[in-house]
């Protein structure tokens, strides 16, 4: 489906001829880093009596070092201006399976803010003085570097934060002290703030996430899986309550409530109890697509069944992810899905106990609302604050009261740099064949630049782009890095391939045992499509990928012949080391994706583009953070010295201070522009306005 926005013409009637993948563009790297934040983690403390809502948010912010800052703003009294509430020398991160997520807690009141601090990975309370005194980090836990903490609840009293607590190290027997530890211990833990005190709530199985009080803190629910399940695989929805009649603590998990997941074959996420009933509420896949649940009675019962996803884009990969919410006025449901490339905004009517939802109305474009929304939260007297984006407008932060006429106010948007329409390519959703009879989807993002035209060649050479996860999906929100591909001539496929989020539990399980087939079927598919139509240039083909959609990227160059170039960032050449070197998260997410290990070590080897280097005769950049920890770096030295041995054109840079994704201007920065240096080279591009200078070895 198309989008809805459309391109404004050039005032000029004239325009410049130039092969494609030459246009000048002023979407450039430096442009896209100078005024762009990354925001995320939007929370709302409702306003009470005269107050204002007071918005929260994350920044990450890659002109600061890619550090991230929580920030306020209070609409009605100061208007969409913002404030940083983090002290300037604070990193607000946590690193729970590396992945983070939920690194922020608000209580009742703005006194009660708790985050994790990067650096030592402590929670500390924020001392916020608006007279002027400053703003102060103060540590809660006692102990640094040892333990990570993330996605927390306050209890009303603001006396204990509920949370996730990762022990990356073991007590020694002899009484030497702690050691690090590759067996991280993961439970849910009660920190006292008085003292930094902790009691373990939950333990003994091998991952945690939610934990959610009742809104009479008489019990917690919380969501629990094991080795070798992901969350999106199949979890447990477990109770327990926080003290039993003798006034002890039980916290081992098996003695607790079990509410959904019986089956062992259903992923339960997202817990949240209703404000004013009491009842509890969860997102599960049982019917095959991600629907609201309401526990209770003999048996929990769907409340909202929908042929689509509730829960976001990448459910199970960040702490903290809540798909749905209540009003805090009258307890209504509010929640946002996709639907064929936009989001679904709906408001409903659940509080009744033995009903399905009722008075439900939904909200799209046609009420002004963003194309895109990944997160919804309710303030005070039915206002909703939304992230949304659209493919010509960047991420922002958006206030509305659906009961209201006008169109969504921004409060705060991630770019202070804008781009004519003109220069935006607005993306198709396509649909094409792949193997076995089956269908994928992608987004084709066609070459757009009114002040240039090629008539020198029947079709623009293509970048087709493998997402992460890989059970993540691709998004049809403003992406600057996609539109420095199209103002320049090329045209950009963004690929859903088996195993996207977003289509319902069995896409998303095609790619079990599946992976590097296939999700390279997929790309390649998607590929073929659009150059049989004409909107392709096959024999300018190029892929790229991050994380998994890097291990896409190298089993597309290696084991078909669609492609001519790629760029894998940090994605895996090597599926047996990954299998030892990798974090507690993912170390046994292979066996769903490829097979058990180490007993199907050949299948592993198969599927491992590095074991087969002798059937890959295409260039290859590859970009890598030295301090990964989910693909370690050793990974992209490997492969690159594989490449370099048999003669193929390759480059490799690793950045400094960088993990799993890059976060610093610079790097972001020379990343995009190095990728368009190197197809450049290898496809004989000349005259590419302001283009990177680097060595390609064995070219």
Same mark, same amino acid.
């Given at each position: 489906?198309t989008s809805?926005t459309t391109?404004?013409t050039?005032?000029?009637?004239?325009?410049y001829?130039?092969?494609?993948?030459t246009?000048p563009?002023?979407i450039?790297?430096?442009?896209?880093t100078?005024?762009?934040?990354?925001?995320?983690?939007?929370?709302?403390?409702?306003?009470?009596?005269?107050?204002?809502d007071a918005?929260?948010w994350?920044e990450?912010?890659?002109?600061?070092g890619?550090? =991230?800052v929580?920030c306020?703003?209070?609409?009605?009294?100061?208007?969409p201006?913002?404030?940083d509430?983090?002290?300037?020398e604070?990193n607000?991160?946590?690193r729970?399976?590396?992945?983070?997520?939920?690194?922020?807690v608000?209580?009742?009141?703005?006194?009660? #803010?708790?985050?994790s601090e990067?650096?030592?990975?402590?929670?500390?309370r924020?001392?916020?003085?608006d007279?002027?005194?400053?703003?102060?980090?103060?540590p809660v836990?006692?102990?640094?570097d040892?333990?990570?903490?993330?996605?927390?609840?306050?209890?009303?009293?603001? %006396?204990?934060?509920?949370?996730i607590?990762?022990?990356?190290?073991?007590?020694?027997?002899?009484?030497g002290?702690?050691?690090?530890?590759?067996d991280?211990?993961n439970e #849910?833990v009660?920190?006292?703030?008085s003292?930094?005190?902790m009691?373990?709530v939950? =333990?003994?199985?091998?991952?945690?996430?939610?934990?959610?009080l009742?809104?009479e803190?008489?019990?917690?629910a919380y969501?629990?899986w094991n080795?070798p399940?992901?969350?999106?695989?199949?979890?447990?929805?477990?109770?327990?309550?926080?003290?039993?009649e003798?006034g002890?603590d039980d916290?081992?998990t098996?003695?607790?409530r079990?509410v959904?997941?019986?089956?062992g074959?259903?992923?339960v996420i997202?817990?949240l $109890?209703h404000?004013?009933?009491?009842?509890?509420? $969860?997102?599960?896949?049982?019917?095959?697509y991600?629907?609201l $649940?309401?526990?209770?009675?003999?048996?929990?019962?769907?409340?909202l069944?929908?042929d689509?996803?509730f829960?976001?884009?990448s459910p199970?990969?960040?702490?903290?992810?809540?798909?749905?919410?209540?009003? &805090?006025?009258?307890?209504?449901?509010?929640?946002h899905?996709?639907r064929?490339?936009? %989001?679904?905004?709906?408001?409903?009517?659940?509080r009744? &106990?033995?009903k399905?939802?009722?008075?439900?109305v939904r909200?799209?474009?046609?009420q002004?609302?963003?194309?895109?929304?990944?997160?919804?939260?309710?303030?005070?007297?039915?206002?909703l /604050?939304l992230?949304?984006?659209?493919p010509?407008?960047?991420?922002? #932060?958006?206030?509305?009261?659906?009961?209201s006429?006008?169109?969504?106010?921004?409060?705060? %948007?991630s770019?202070k740099?804008?781009?004519?329409?003109?220069?935006?390519s607005?993306?198709?959703?396509?649909?094409?064949?792949?193997?076995?009879g089956?269908t994928?989807?992608?987004?084709?993002?066609?070459?757009?630049n009114?002040?240039?035209?090629?008539t020198?060649e029947?079709?623009?050479?293509?970048?087709?782009?493998?997402?992460g996860?890989p059970?993540?999906?691709?998004?049809?929100?403003?992406?600057?890095?996609i539109?420095?591909?199209?103002?320049?001539?090329?045209s950009?496929l963004?690929?859903?391939y088996?195993g996207s989020?977003?289509?319902?539990k069995?896409?998303?399980?095609?790619?079990?045992?599946?992976?590097?087939?296939?999700d390279?079927?997929?790309v390649?598919a998607g590929?073929a499509f659009l150059?049989q139509?004409?909107?392709?240039?096959?024999?300018?083909s190029c892929i790229?990928g991050r994380?998994a959609?890097?291990?896409t990227?190298l089993?597309?160059?290696t084991?078909?012949?669609?492609?001519?170039?790629?760029t894998?960032? $940090?994605?895996?050449?090597?599926l047996?080391?990954?299998?030892g070197?990798t974090h507690k998260?993912e170390?046994?997410?292979?066996d769903?994706?490829v097979?058990?290990?180490?007993?199907?070590e050949?299948? /592993?080897r198969?599927? %491992?583009?590095?074991?087969?280097?002798?059937?890959?005769?295409?260039?290859?950049?590859?970009?890598?953070?030295?301090e990964?920890?989910?693909?370690p &770096?050793?990974q992209?030295?490997?492969?690159?010295?594989a490449?370099?041995?048999?003669?193929?054109?390759?480059?490799?840079?690793? /950045?400094e201070g960088?993990?799993?994704?890059f976060?610093k201007a610079?790097?972001?920065e020379?990343?995009?522009?190095?990728e368009?240096?190197?197809y450049g080279?290898v496809?004989?591009?000349?005259g590419?306005?302001?283009?990177?200078?680097?060595e390609?070895?064995?070219?």
């Open positions: 489906m809805s391109s404004s050039s005032t000029s009637s004239s325009f001829d130039k092969p494609y993948g246009w563009s002023p450039t790297s430096k442009a896209i100078a005024g762009t934040v990354r925001l995320s983690g939007l929370s709302v403390l409702p306003a009470r009596g005269d107050d204002d918005v929260y994350l990450g912010r890659p002109n600061e890619g550090r =991230t929580l306020r703003c209070r609409p009605s009294s100061d208007g201006s913002a404030v509430v983090t002290p300037v604070s607000v991160r946590t729970v399976h590396e992945y983070g997520g939920g690194a922020v608000l209580g009742r009141e703005e006194t009660e #803010i708790f985050y990067f650096a030592g990975q402590r929670v500390c924020l001392i916020v003085d007279n002027g005194g400053g703003r102060v980090g103060v836990s006692v102990e640094g040892r333990y990570r903490y993330a996605d927390g609840v306050l209890s009303r009293d603001g %006396s204990t934060v509920y949370c607590r990762e022990d990356h190290l073991i007590d020694s027997e002899e009484g002290g702690a050691t690090p530890s590759k991280v211990v #849910i009660a920190l006292r703030v003292d930094g005190s009691t373990v939950a =333990t003994g199985n091998d991952f945690y996430s939610n934990p959610r009742n809104p803190e008489t019990e917690l969501v629990t080795h399940n992901m969350p999106w695989d199949a979890t447990e929805l477990r109770v327990r309550p926080l003290a039993n003798d002890q916290a081992k098996s003695n607790h079990l959904a997941g019986h089956d074959d259903t992923s997202q817990p $109890y404000p004013h009933t009491g009842m509890l509420y $969860y997102l599960s896949d049982q019917s095959g991600y629907n $649940y309401r526990a209770g009675g003999a048996r929990p019962s769907s409340i069944p929908v689509s996803d829960g976001g884009t199970g990969w960040t702490l903290g992810q809540q798909g749905f919410r209540f009003l &805090p006025d009258d307890g209504r449901l509010v929640a899905y996709p064929d490339g936009r %989001s679904v905004l709906l408001v409903a009517d659940v009744d &106990p033995d399905p939802a009722v008075d439900i909200y799209d474009t046609h002004g609302l963003p194309r895109t929304i990944s997160d919804v939260v309710p303030g005070s007297h039915g206002t /604050y992230l949304g984006a659209g010509a407008t960047p991420p922002a #932060i958006y206030r509305w009261n659906p009961s006429p006008s169109s969504p106010e921004i409060l705060r %948007s770019s740099v804008t781009f004519p329409d003109s220069l935006l607005t993306p198709t959703r396509i649909e094409f064949p792949t193997s076995g089956l994928s989807f992608g987004y084709h993002y066609p070459p757009k009114d002040r240039y035209r090629c020198t029947s079709s623009p050479p293509l970048l087709v782009k493998a997402h996860g059970t993540s999906c691709a998004s049809t929100a403003y992406d600057p890095s539109q420095f591909w199209t103002s320049r001539g090329f950009v963004d690929v859903d088996s989020t977003g289509y319902g069995d896409y998303r399980r095609r790619l079990r045992r599946r992976w590097g087939v296939a390279v079927d997929d390649c590929a150059a139509r004409g909107l392709a240039d096959p024999q300018r790229d994380s959609g890097g291990f990227v089993g597309a160059l084991f078909r012949d669609v492609f001519r170039a790629g894998s960032s $940090y994605g895996i050449g090597d047996t080391a990954l299998a070197d998260f170390s046994r997410y292979l769903g994706l097979g058990r290990y180490p007993e199907e050949e299948l /592993y198969e599927r %491992s583009p590095i074991e087969h280097v002798e059937k890959l005769s295409c260039p290859v950049l590859i970009l890598q953070g030295e990964d920890r989910v693909v &770096p050793n992209a030295r490997k492969m690159h010295e490449l370099l041995t048999k003669g193929i054109p390759t480059c490799l840079k690793v /950045y960088e993990q799993h994704g976060r610079e790097n972001i020379d990343a995009l522009d190095r368009l240096a190197f080279k496809f004989g591009m000349e590419i306005p302001g283009v990177m200078e680097i390609v070895d064995n070219l």
